[in-house]
């Protein structure tokens, strides 16, 4: 009876499939031989990054210890320059307001002294000048009269002489004589009391030149005490002025030095109390460029050196739709920091775009944005890695020198 159906299946399987299969195997076996022998692929050192920008944040600072009564900003408020920040109410603050508001009376008190001192000077020279001109026309009017009657003196001296010698030979009477050596006698009087004045007229105005030197000096010694005590109220007053610049009612205006963003706040609500050069918050001057700033692990510290490419992957842009951005390293720190307990190297690195296309639009990245850093540091073939294993037995059976 002949067998028509067959119980099982053959489990033979055909002579060419046999061969097919080992073919394919040991294709594929050295296949993997050459891959793993020619194709190399990149060596990178992975760490995190955030960027920063490349002249720092800009602190902002209490002057003075004090109590903020206002925050007029927040996180990543854009401020202009000059922009009320803080307001701080200080004692000191007030104490310096009340110095500069005494000063500047004493400045006034100074100013007001100094005109009435040259205005009475000035007085007083002009009344100088006018003594003098009369004293100087007084003297030439007695030595002319000197002149003059010096003149008649010697005239009326020889009329009488000549009477006298008349009245002893009787030519003439002694009355007459009498009379001319009288007029005689009262001109010299006269004469002698000319020369008097004259005398007098010179050592007034000699007097008078040096009183009038001695005023200068005296008028010069009290303006330099009084220009020299207003320039000490001034500087003083500048001094207070420059520390009271962001002075106001409402107390004291701490400013943006510049247009940028609020980055961080350290004090967040009025009422607290702040000392001198603490940090308020920091900002970011806009215009500044941005760097990466690196967090390496100390295994990957002797692969990297400046120059090296590095690819960004952003947190806030899923490099899986906007790809990854390319940068370089510029920097590597000589020491170790420590960061969650385990040492890492800082690095810096210099971006080739500050910006991302997001749906047709170019969007800034900014200071603080962060993700992760691959800095390709070579190129390895793929054999390499499934000799390491091997080579870190042999390390750790490797025994030190015998001394």
């Not at 990543?76 to 000059?82: D, E, H, I, K, L």
């Not at 922009?83 to 009340?98: P, Q």
Request: glycine letters at 8%.
């Amino acid at each position: 009876m002949p067998d028509y159906a067959q119980p099982f299946l053959d489990t033979d399987p055909p002579h060419w499939a046999a061969r097919g299969l080992a073919y394919v195997t040991i294709t594929g076996f050295v296949l993997a031989i050459l891959a793993g022998l020619l194709v190399q692929v990149p060596e990178t050192v992975t760490g995190r990054f955030t960027l920063a920008p490349v002249k720092g944040t800009d602190p902002i600072r209490a002057v003075r210890s004090g109590v903020l009564s206002e925050v007029r900003v927040s996180e990543g408020q854009a401020v202009t320059r000059g922009a009320t920040l803080f307001l701080l109410r200080s004692a000191s603050m007030n104490d310096r307001a009340t110095e500069r508001l005494t000063i500047e009376n004493q400045l006034r008190t100074y100013d007001q002294r100094l005109t009435i001192l040259r205005s009475q000077f000035d007085t007083r020279r002009r009344a100088d000048s006018a003594e003098a001109r009369r004293l100087d026309n007084r003297i030439q009017f007695l030595q002319g009269l000197v002149a003059s009657k010096g003149k008649r003196l010697s005239l009326t001296k020889e009329l009488a002489d000549s009477a006298a010698s008349g009245a002893r030979r009787g030519a003439i009477g002694k009355l007459e004589a009498s009379r001319l050596e009288l007029e005689y006698s009262t001109l010299q009087e006269e004469v002698d009391g000319t020369q008097h004045d004259l005398a007098e007229a010179r050592s007034d105005i000699t007097r008078l030149q040096e009183d009038g030197k001695a005023r200068d000096l005296e008028f010069q010694e009290n303006r330099r005490g009084l220009e020299e005590g207003g320039e000490t109220s001034r500087i003083r007053a500048a001094s207070l002025q420059r520390d009271l610049v962001n002075a106001t009612d409402a107390g004291f205006a701490v400013t943006a030095p510049c247009d940028g963003t609020v980055i961080r706040l350290h004090v967040n609500a009025p009422g607290a109390v702040v000392q001198e050069s603490d940090i308020l918050s920091e900002i970011v001057c806009a215009g500044d460029h941005l760097q990466g700033e690196l967090t390496l692990p100390e295994s990957g510290v002797p692969l990297v050196r400046a120059g090296q490419g590095v690819k960004l992957r952003y947190d806030a842009f899923p490099y899986q739709r906007y790809g990854v951005r390319y940068a370089k390293v510029r920097w590597l720190g000589p020491s170790g920091s420590m960061a969650r307990d385990s040492g890492a190297f800082r690095a810096l690195v210099d971006l080739d775009d500050d910006s991302i296309r997001v749906h047709g639009q170019q969007r800034a990245l900014l200071p603080g944005m962060g993700g992760q850093a691959d800095i390709v540091v070579g190129r390895r073939s793929l054999v390499s890695y499934a000799f390491e294993p091997i080579r870190a037995i042999r390390e750790n059976f490797a025994e030190p020198p015998r001394q």
